[in-house]
């Protein structure tokens, strides 16, 4: 027995008994979880069949309904997607501007899983993974065993105020998601972690083998309030020395932490003694012209901890 609220649309065709049903994912965005997966032009796999979609490709639900087909005593659920893919770049003219026409139809519930299907995972292998692209840039993975992750790319965090970047991990069937879709890797037949879309990938399980920065069991916490400890400290637009300085930023400024890299990085001082410290992003409170707050990077052998 069915706890969901049906709106019943019952009509006959052929042998089938056809229903439009209110189930959503959770999202309207879903993964494939099957590999040679059909898109029909009607919901029965008698109709033409439209294109094959890819394993683990991300389309969306339209209109977050679907329909069930009863024949027979088997109940096939079926959802009308949008695959994201076109097959001959036709362009069409809607209200947002052109767009490409994208190829939409029927596919079965079995094959889809969405945000609602993943569950939490408390406990997991730590791994750090190299996923690299065709033009050779790299991303890294870090996996903690508490089921959190963390993503790099090229010793920097990328977009640093989206916080997605660090989060939880989710698992349904042979599937791992980051976050709220963040990103997905699935293990193969021979239980071997892959990321799909990567042009080469190194999983690595062997603590010895993982970078300096990567070896803790837990990810570095730094947040809260500090204090700048030092005399015209230079607020930087990105964590590098060579970077544009924002502003300069007066001793006992408080400013708080909203991101920080996990990768060490050694600076000179004036007196050419060297000193190994870490980037942070914070925010200064300080106002510019249009009324936001100045947010940059500065090294956290300049803070000194809000007590």
Known sequence: MRSLLFILVICVISNGVYSIEIKPFGSNSVYVIDRE??????????SMKLMQLPYLQCVNI?????????????????????????????????????????IQGWTERRHLAGKNDFKPVKKIQEMFIEAFDEEGGVVYYRIYSNGTYRIITKNLVYN???????????????????????DIFYYDEKGKLRVPF???????????????WAEYENPVQREGYYYIYGDDVNLLEKPDTNSAVIIQLKRGTRVKISDWLVVGYEIENSDGVRRKGYWLYVDTGIKDKKGDTIKGWVMDVYLEEEY
């Open 160 to 182: 640093v105020d989206n916080k997605s970047l660090k989060g939880k991990i989710y698992k349904f069937k042979n599937i791992i998601m980051l976050g709220n879709n963040v």
């Open 62 to 102: 339209l209109g977050k309904t679907n329909i069930i087909m009863a024949s027979n005593s088997n109940v096939t659920e079926w959802f009308y997607i949008d695959s994201g893919m076109s097959s001959n770049q036709e362009m069409v003219l809607t209200d947002n501007g052109w767009k490409v026409l994208t």
């Open 37 to 46: 997966v059909e898109l029909f032009e009607q919901p029965s796999a008698n």
């Open 198 to 212: 990567a042009y080469s990938t190194k999983v690595i399980t062997d603590k010895n083998k993982f970078p300096k």
